[in-house]
């Protein structure tokens, strides 16, 4: 008989059985503990630097947009958030926001389909952040902060640090430390010049392959066939896994080049999955990320997962990204 709700599923698949989150086992128990000690103490300092702050937010409707709104608004005394700019048109909007009084702002708009089209992934998640160039013009901005993805590190393997990604930057790039630059360079260029990014041509690449399959086809379905095999091509090229992390880690080297001297932070978390605890234990919205997955092994519906049982899943709870 399968027990669904119970500890076990046919003798072999283990359920849980109580309300808590599936990380919570691997957590610290001393988390919430330290939580508070920090909150005693005053943290980093971060409740402090959005007191009063006045902040414009991208993506608000999305999943992650709604829970920091919702943080926000619960823990801080921020003083004002815009959200999205609607306008008739592009330079109306760009005209409202630089005449806002913003002091911060947070861009987590994003599509976050894998393997999209590729003329669609790199309007949406690079070309679509233009207000990275306005921010440049807003005299109060204190802080530019953009949501990506730890993946943007492609095929990368060992220790990664926290480095920004330059321009042309590729996925298979050899790590070089900056002492055996001089002496690795011709070497590491050499065997990496096949497949350097060039944004401009990438933009041109799918622009041309949508005309040459007909304007007035955008939604044909073998013309999004064919845009999504391209973005799929280009990524295994650079060194990505699909076009998703391809498109933000060109992202990441638009904001590099254009930042000037305005205040930049990346967020590169992994997979985001259900609350730890806020707003409360388990919320997300609808089923999404790896919610398949554990449904489905819930169920009773996924026999079998080809993984490491040696290795920790790669994700986190939505309020601890």
């Known amino acids: 008989m399968r027990k669904y709700c119970s500890v076990l599923y046919d003798g072999y698949y283990p359920c849980f059985p109580c309300l808590h989150h599936p990380l919570e086992s691997e957590l610290p128990a001393s988390v919430e503990e330290s939580a508070a000690v920090d909150d005693d103490n ?11 702050k006045n902040i414009f937010i991208t993506g608000a409707t999305g999943l992650l947009g709604k829970a920091l709104i919702e943080k926000l608004l619960r823990s801080t005394s921020v003083g004002k958030i815009y959200l999205l700019i609607k306008a008739e048109d592009k330079e109306a909007a760009v005209d409202r926001l630089r005449k806002e009084d ?29 207000v990275d160039e306005v921010c440049q013009n807003m ?40 002492d055996d630059d001089d002496e690795m360079s011709s070497s590491s260029s050499s065997c990496c010049s096949f497949s350097r990014v060039d944004l401009a041509d990438e933009i041109s690449l799918a622009m041309k392959s949508l005309s040459c399959q007909g304007a007035s086809h955008h939604q044909d379905y073998h013309v999004t066939k064919n845009l999504k095999r391209l973005g799929l091509e280009r990524a295994n090229i650079f060194g990505w896994y699909n076009t998703y992390h391809l498109t933000k880690a060109m ?8 930042r000037g001297d305005v205040p930049v ?50 994700i986190i709870p939505i309020d601890m990204s």
């Open 42 to 52: 005053g943290g980093i300092g971060i409740f402090e630097f959005f007191q009063g």
């Open 102 to 130: 913003v002091d911060v702002i947070i861009e987590s708009a994003a599509s976050t389909t894998l393997n999209d089209r590729y003329d669609f992934l790199l309007d949406i998640n690079v070309n679509a952040p233009t």
């Open 139 to 178: 005299q109060n901005l204190k802080l530019f902060v953009h949501m990506s993805t730890a993946y943007v590190n492609g095929r990368k393997e060992g220790l990664i640090l926290e480095k920004p990604l330059i321009m042309g930057e590729n996925g298979r790039k050899v790590e070089i430390d900056d």
């Open 251 to 258: 992202c990441e080297m638009v904001l590099n080049e254009i």
């Open 265 to 314: 932070l990346i967020i590169r978390p992994s997979v985001i999955e259900s609350s730890y605890k806020e707003p409360f234990p388990g919320w997300i919205q609808g089923n999404r990320m790896f919610d398949p997955v554990i449904i489905s092994y819930g169920k009773g519906q996924l026999p079998a997962f080809l993984a490491d049982p040696q290795v920790n899943m790669d």
